[in-house]
């Protein structure tokens, strides 16, 4: 009995060691190539959203359910109310925009 405790106290101080020291892995920063992968990546996503934009602006409020259907935009909005689609269009800009500032990507030309 007394060796069942021991073991189990001891497995268990041994996992909870290993866990605790997993989220202090050392960051590794991202090669050039990759950096200018993500700066890509992250582009391309605010060229989505900013298409998004314009068509929500663009569209009446009252035709803006079916256009939304058309609307390729996963994961911007699932509102077919037109406030509500500016609005998580805009969060989800600024948070591209915040990474893309974080990655230090090139600001590109309009």
Sequence with gaps: MKKTLLLTISSLSIVALMTACTNQMASIGLSPADKVEECMIIDKKMIKIDNFITV?????????????????????????????????????????????????????KK
Excluded: W, Y
């Design 56 to 108: 929500v602006n663009d569209t009446s409020a009252f035709h803006l359910e079916e256009a939304a259907r058309a609307i390729e935009a996963p994961g911007i909005t699932v509102s077919t109310n037109k406030k509500q689609m500016l609005r998580d269009a805009n969060k989800k800009k600024a948070g591209l925009e915040s990474e893309h500032q974080k990655l230090g990507c090139e600001t590109p």
